[in-house]
């Protein structure tokens, strides 16, 4: 089985955008980090924050040319890996594991429906964003035409 | 934390994000369906392995860098979302429900089957 050729350039740049979202990621989890107990805010902010943030990229990016190194590394780089799916399951094991059964059910439930909603918030963003040209590049008023 | 460790783990923060574009990419090369495989494989791979470092004997610095900088790197929250995203708007809302449903079950028993594996160990 041979292996695809890949851009050394483009690896790069996901490689560049991990240790971004890596540090981003425990950073937070190191300041703030919760009991099975309770609401764990560090990883449901960088999924949230995540989300919202990849919806945005996806958008801009995805009639790019695929040569681009920006969605390598602030899609799979950053996005990608300030997310973390693994540590949302642990957190979920250990609150079923210590009986918060409710919280474990409120917090699946909450972060797969909120991290819908950011990432079409970001897709949304992006999109209004193309719409709203600024006045001064819509019309010049030298043209002369209102 | 010292300065080593928050070297360490954005190091292998990079080293993971890579392994998962190049493991997405592998798949998406050799089994042709819309079904987002690689992502799958990879967060089901990283929640059996984090289940496993979680109750072996991993403390401290090198908890936080093997589990925080290495496997919570690896797995992604934000693709798992965007790909069921582009099922659904592509018109395979059951395949985005299925992946949403399986990520999330299957994600659970890997964690805990990596939890008993590791506490035995």
Not at chain 1, 76 to 90: K, R, V
Not at chain 1, 94 to 122: H, K, N, P, Q, S
Not at chain 2, 8 to 34: H, K, N, Q
């Amino acid at each position: 089985m041979r292996s695809l050729p890949h851009d050394p350039r483009q690896l790069a740049a996901i490689y560049a955008g991990g240790v971004v979202g890596a540090l981003i990621r425990v950073g937070l989890a190191e300041a703030a980090s919760t009991d099975p107990g309770q609401w764990p805010w560090a990883t449901f902010a960088v999924n949230m924050v995540g989300a919202l943030l990849l919806g945005y990229f996806f958008a801009l990016y995805r009639d790019h040319p695929p040569e681009s190194l920006r969605h390598p590394f602030l899609g799979t780089g950053i996005c990608g890996t300030l997310t973390t799916f693994s540590t949302m399951q642990l957190e979920l094991y250990e609150m079923v594991d210590g009986g918060y059964l409710a919280l474990a059910a409120a917090y699946a439930a909450v972060t797969i429906a909120a991290g819908y909603l950011f990432l079409r918030l970001g897709i949304e963003l992006e999109r209004r964003r193309g719409e709203f040209v600024p006045y001064s590049e819509t019309k010049s008023p030298r043209d002369g035409s209102q | 934390m010292t300065a080593p460790a928050w070297i360490a783990v954005g190091l292998l923060g990079g080293v993971a994000a890579a392994a998962r574009f190049l493991i997405d990419a592998e798949i998406a090369a050799r089994i042709e369906t819309p079904f987002p495989l690689g992502i799958l494989a990879v967060n089901l791979g990283g929640a059996f392995a984090l289940g496993l470092v979680a109750a072996a004997a991993l403390h401290g610095q090198a908890l936080v860098i093997v589990a925080g900088g290495g496997i919570g790197s690896f797995t992604t929250f934000s693709t798992w979302i965007l790909d069921s995203h582009r099922l659904r708007a592509g018109g395979l809302a059951r395949a985005a429900w299925l992946n949403i449903g399986l990520s999330l079950v299957v994600g659970f028993l890997a964690v805990a089957l990596g939890h008993w594996l590791g506490g035995v160990l």
